[in-house]
């Protein structure tokens, strides 16, 4: 990661800011390899033994400098704490390694180190929305009219839910996603002709095109998103059987989560 020159933050290339990243200190290149976790347990027979409870896994966090070039002449010093000061998480991605996209946003106090000439670095530190590395979004377009089965392969390094756009063609016909793989469905009913529903799987949020007559479908779910779990939960792979039954059309989106990077992005339809 750190040995990249560019990157893109928030859309904006690092290149058309007048920045480039450096290695302000001399040797090898220190990189946080996974992200930091911590045990949750309970003392038990007067704290000779630990109840073992689970993990909570720390949002990923990493420090790096920028080199702000012809600083003198372009006097871009407020146009760059612009575009790196943000109230949310924006997608950031290191030119070389485009496939692999942190939603991160700043942390901490950034540091401004020069030499009273105008030619100096920011050592800037990012903390992202939590411990994964995403692929890019991929999104699928097909029209189900009955029923339709595909296969889907999570080759990251946890689950994943999708994000729908389901256009309904029939009138109150069930839209409904098997999971052959879990056996498990998820259902929505009594959806109109014509109405569009958006369903951030990932969030549990589902919105109604027709939400304007009042008209909220999370009574009409069976409050089940769609797990899609990634390589290292399944025990031999993580190829998924999908089965839509229905008659309506949908945009399947999904994004990927690493723990590290390297890999190929893998998708069999």
């Not at 998103?225 to 025990?235: H, Q």
């Amino acid at each position: 990661m750190l040995e990249n020159t560019s990157f893109t933050f928030n859309g904006i290339s690092s290149e058309d800011m007048g920045v480039m990243m450096i290695n302000p200190s001399s040797g090898l290149y220190e990189e946080t390899f996974l992200p930091s976790r911590n045990i949750i347990d309970t003392s038990v027979f007067k704290g000779k033994k630990r109840y073992f409870k689970g993990v909570e896994i720390e949002p990923l966090s990493f420090s790096m400098a920028i080199w702000i070039k012809d600083w003198r002449d372009r006097n871009n010093i407020r146009a760059i704490a612009r575009w790196l000061w943000t109230d949310f998480y924006c997608p950031l991605w290191f030119n070389n390694e485009s496939e692999k996209i942190y939603y991160a946003m700043l942390t901490g106090e950034p540091k401004l180190i020069h030499n009273g000439l105008r030619e100096g670095f920011i050592e800037l530190t990012f903390r992202c929305k939590d411990a994964y590395r995403y692929s890019p979004k991929k999104t699928y377009d097909f029209h189900v009219d009955g029923e339709e089965t595909w296969n889907f392969f999570n080759e990251g390094d946890a689950t994943i839910r999708p994000f729908l756009k389901i256009t309904q063609i029939g009138d109150k016909i069930p839209i409904i996603i098997r999971n052959i793989t879990d056996n498990k469905e998820f259902i929505i009913t009594n959806v109109l002709a014509n109405e569009i529903v958006t369903v951030d799987c990932e969030n549990e949020m589902i919105v109604s095109s027709q939400e304007y007559n009042s008209r909220y479908l999370y009574d009409f779910h069976n409050d089940y998103w769609l797990d899609i779990e990634g390589e290292e939960a399944r025990e031999c792979n993580s190829n998924y059987e999908i089965q839509f039954q229905g008659n309506y059309k949908i945009e399947f989106s999904v994004e990927y989560k690493y723990l590290q990077e390297g890999g190929e992005l893998t998708w069999e339809l």
